[in-house]
C-alpha cells in the first residue's frame, strides 16, 4: 500500500469496500464510517460509493492491486457518468498483480509485454484468441490475467497452444498465486510444463519473449544490457 | 511509495542511487550509508551495490517508479549471474510510470494492453514496428514508453502512422508527462493531433482501443459492465 492511498483514506469520511481487503487495514478505518461487505458485487458496492459522494461526502472506494489496471476505476467513471451529477474523482494507483507478480519472479517485464486477461465472460473469446495470436507473433512478454477459474478451463490450454505454435516448449514460464498474500505460490516452470502446474483463480501467469531465461529461482528478461556493456 | 519499500530501506545498511531519487527520501536516508550520484551510469550504480552486497552489507539499489517494469531489476540479475558470488536479491514492486499514468488519465487500462519501448537503442527498430502493428491489429490499448527523446524524435512518427492504419484518427490519446512529479502535465487528444502536442522523455503515452472514450477531462476503456449490468 502506498502513502498516497493511506493519505486518501485519512481524508475520507466513508470508507467502501470488499469486507476481504478491509480486513487488512483495520487501523486505517478506526473513527471512519466503513461499509464492507462480503457478497455485495461490484457495481453494488460502487453504486453505494457514489450516492454517498453525490450527497457531499468524501468516499474512499477500496479494492486490491490497482484500482487502474483491470479493476474498479472504469467501473467508476461508467456509473459517475451514467448518474449524470457531477462528482469529483481521483483514481489513486496501487501494485498491480502484474507488478507484484513480476517482482516475485525476478524481473520478467524488462521489455515489451501485453497484459491479456482469459476472461471471456465480457469479451468474446475470438477478439482473445487474437490477441494472444498477436502478442506471441511479436514476441511480447505476455502476462496473463484470469487464466483459470472453476468453470473455466479450457482457456488456458487453448491459450498455450496459441502461444506455442510461435514459442518453443522450453519457453520459461512464472507462475504467482495469491502474490503478497499469506498462501502466496511462486511455481518457475515452462511452456511445455504449464498445464501440469497448479493455476487458479488467484494466479498471474508470466510467459517469457524469446530472450528470457530462468536462471537459479528467478526468470529474467534482458534488455540487451550485456551486449552494450559487456558485463 | 509503498510501506514495504520504506522498510526495505529502513533495514538496509547502505542505499544507492540516482540523487534525484534520493532527495526525494531525506527521512529515511537519516543514519544511513548513502552513496548517491548524478552522473554515475546505471551499470556503476548497480555494480557498485553489487560488490557491497558481496561485502556483505544489505543494501537498497532505489530508482523510480517500479524496478521491475522496464527498470534496474534485470540488470541486478544479470550483473549478479556475471558476478559469481550467491547475492540475495529481492525486488520491490512499485509506482510504474503505466500505473501512474492511468490513473491521471481516468481508467485507460481497464482491456488488454501492450506496453512498448519506441527506444531503439538496445533494440532494433524493425522489432518495435512488428510490436507496434501487433498491438494495433490486435486492439490493444498501448502504452508508449520513451516515446521522443531531444535525439529521437522520429519514432512517435512513424509509430502513430502504423497505428493510424489499424484504428481511426479520433481515437482518444492521453499524455503524461512527469507524472507525480511538482512539474506534471497531463494532455488528451487524439491520434489524428498527437504530434502537435508535447512529448518528451519524461512522457508515457497511452492510445486507446477501438472502445475507449473520453469523457468530461477522462479516458476511460470499458469492459463491458454497461453491456452486461445494463448501468
Redesign the interface.
Known sequence: ???AAQTAIQKSDVIVGYRTYLDLIPELLAGKEVMSSEMMKE?DRCGKAIDLAAAGRTVSLVCGG??????M???????V??HGQAIA?E??????AL??C???L??P?????????LSD???PWP??E??L???A????VIVIYNPRSKKRVEQLTKAREIIMAERGGQTPVGIVTAATRENEKIELTTLEELLSCDVGMQSTVIIGNSQTYL?QD?M??????????E?
Chains 1, 2 share one sequence.
Open positions: 500500500m502506498t502513502q457495481v490497482d484500482p487502474g489496471i483491470y479493476a476505476a472504469g467501473l467508476v467513471y461508467e456509473m457518468r451514467a474523482v483514481v489513486v494507483p496501487g501494485i498491480a507488478n507484484a513480476a517482482a516475485r525476478g524481473a517485464l524488462m521489455h515489451d509485454f501485453a497484459a491479456i486477461s465472460l465480457l469479451t477478439v482473445i487474437k490477441r495470436e498477436a502478442a507473433m511479436a514476441d511480447f536462471w528467478v529474467v528478461t534482458p534488455r540487451g544490457y550485456a551486449r552494450k556493456y558485463l
